[in-house]
Structures are given as structure tokens and as C-alpha cells.
T-cell receptor, first 110, second 112 residues
Framework: GESVGLHLPTLSVQEGDNSIINCAYS??????FIWYKQESGKGPQFIIDIRSNMDKRQGQRVTVLLNKTVKHLSLQIAATQPGDSAVYFC?????????FGTGTRLLVSP | DAGITQSPRYKITETGRQVTLMCHQTWSHSYMFWYRQDLGHGLRLIYYSAAADITDKGEVPDGYVVSRSKTENFPLTLESATRSQTSVYFC???????????FGAGTRLSVL
């Protein structure tokens, strides 16, 4: 089956640094990707999405980059804050369903 | 704006018992989903529903039953709970034709 994976299970950064969370996907036919943030004890929360006809999309302090050649997705968080500490999931979509990666935990220290 | 709510938030049960987890959404979204979340597996789809009275299996449906008699409700039943079903369960919903899914806060289920 298709799979979505992450390169690093845990990422530790200092407050104020930029964070980069990576994700690899295997289904070259995927045309839409989503990043979710999950804080402890809560459900996943939508952060940003990108379609396969785009290479980059920016939101507030977050940027998603898509490299279809190597089937790689990344989430960049600028000026990381303690409130950004969470688990981040990428997901690819197909026929209204999502396939999630296993997640990367982001730890932000002051 | 209540959004999507799950109940109970925590549940402890015994092997062999029947358990029903509730999910209610106030957005009138067509699609609803049930996932389980386990360490090392991320979120795995159990069942989903495209509309009232339409349900379909996901990746890990065995041991679970769903129904959708009303658009806003999508209960998940474990007919005879097993220890392997100890997990955190999330319900989600999305609009027809839209890929973004919105999640509830989850139900933590322990089967002893």
C-alpha cells in the first residue's frame, strides 16, 4: 500500500529558531497534502495544505515546500515558540480520505 | 460553534464487553471518519461515511461496527472489546469535495 513517512521522530529547537519538519511520501499520484499539529491530549489541528501543482505555500509563520521529483514535503516554522511544541503530521489525500505519517515531535526549549 | 465533539473522553472497560464511542458534529459535513491512534502507527482509518446510511471500511475495520442514521452523528461500536483495541480514538468530519478534515478531541479507551 501507499505510505507517508517522516525522517525524524523528534526535533528539538531553541525558542526563536526556525524549525524544519520533513515528510516523504510514496504515492506519486497524490495531488494534495496537509500538515496537522497535535498538542498533547488534543485532536489534530489543520495547519496548512498544498496542492501538487504548487511548490510552496506560505501561511502565518509556516511555509510548506513540496518537491514532487523526490516525493518530499517539508513544514518550516519561523521563529519557533514554546506554543509550537507538539507532534506534527503530514497527510496525503486520495478520494476524500487521508493517509497519515507517523508524526514528528517538536520540542521547543526557552 | 460546538464543532465536533466526542464522548466519553475517557473509558475503561473489560475484555468482551460492548462499548460505543459517540461523535457529533454541528457543521452538517457530509463525510465523517473514525481513526485510532497508537504509538508507532500514527492515525489509522477504521471506518468512514460519505453521508447518512452510507459507510465503508478503512484500513483497520475488524472488530468495529459503525452506523450513520443522522448526518450529525457517527457512533463507533466495539462489539466485544479486546486488549488490542486499547487506543485513542478520533472522530473527524469534512465537507463534500473538500479534503481538510476537522478532528474531535478524542476518546482514550482502555480495555483491561
Amino acid at each position: 500500500g501507499e505510505s507517508v513517512g517522516l525522517h525524524l521522530p523528534t526535533l528539538s529547537v531553541q525558542e526563536g529558531d526556525n524549525s524544519i519538519i520533513n515528510c516523504a511520501y510514496s504515492n506519486s499520484a497524490s495531488d494534495y497534502f496537509i500538515w496537522y499539529k497535535q498538542e498533547s491530549g488534543k485532536g489534530p489541528q489543520f495547519i496548512i495544505d498544498i496542492r501538487s501543482n504548487m511548490d510552496k505555500r506560505q501561511g502565518q509563520r509556516v511555509t510548506v515546500l513540496l518537491n514532487k521529483t523526490v516525493k518530499h514535503l517539508s513544514l518550516q516554522i519561523a521563529a519557533t515558540q514554546p506554543g509550537d511544541s507538539a507532534v506534527y503530521f503530514c497527510a496525503e489525500t486520495g478520494f476524500q480520505k487521508l493517509v497519515f505519517g507517523t508524526g514528528t515531535r517538536l520540542l521547543v526549549s526557552p | 460553534d460546538a464543532g465536533i465533539t466526542q464522548s466519553p473522553r475517557y473509558k475503561i472497560t473489560e475484555t468482551g464487553r460492548q462499548v460505543t464511542l459517540m461523535c457529533h458534529q454541528t457543521w452538517s459535513h457530509s463525510y465523517m471518519f473514525w481513526y485510532r491512534q497508537d504509538l508507532g502507527h500514527g492515525l489509522r482509518l477504521i471506518y468512514y461515511s460519505a453521508a447518512a446510511d452510507i459507510t465503508d471500511k478503512g484500513e483497520v475495520p475488524d472488530g468495529y461496527v459503525v452506523s450513520r442514521s443522522k448526518t450529525e452523528n457517527f457512533p463507533l461500536t466495539l462489539e466485544s472489546a479486546t486488549r488490542s483495541q486499547t487506543s485513542v480514538y478520533f472522530c473527524a468530519s469534512s465537507e463534500q469535495g473538500k479534503n481538510i478534515q476537522y478532528f474531535g478531541a478524542g476518546t482514550r479507551l482502555s480495555v483491561l
